[in-house]
């Protein structure tokens, strides 16, 4: 499933979650574009060290 939420600056065109470049114009993708990629696995690691960590104290 591809997330579209942001638009290339340069021609609209919705851009696929994540990508570093436009599909379409092959410009440079809004840093926040790949951001959202760092901090979605940034959040996924931290979820699972505190459950890993929660476990270990019940
Ligand atoms: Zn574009």
């Known amino acids: 499933m591809a997330l579209r ?7 609209s065109h919705h851009l696929r979650f994540g990508a570093p470049r ?5 410009q440079k993708t809004p840093s926040l574009n790949r951001f959202w990629r760092i901090s979605t696995g940034l959040g996924l690691a931290t979820l699972v060290v505190v459950m890993a960590f929660s476990a270990t104290i019940s």
């Open 5 to 11: 939420l942001l638009k290339c600056e340069y021609c």
């Open 22 to 26: 436009c599909g379409k114009c092959y």
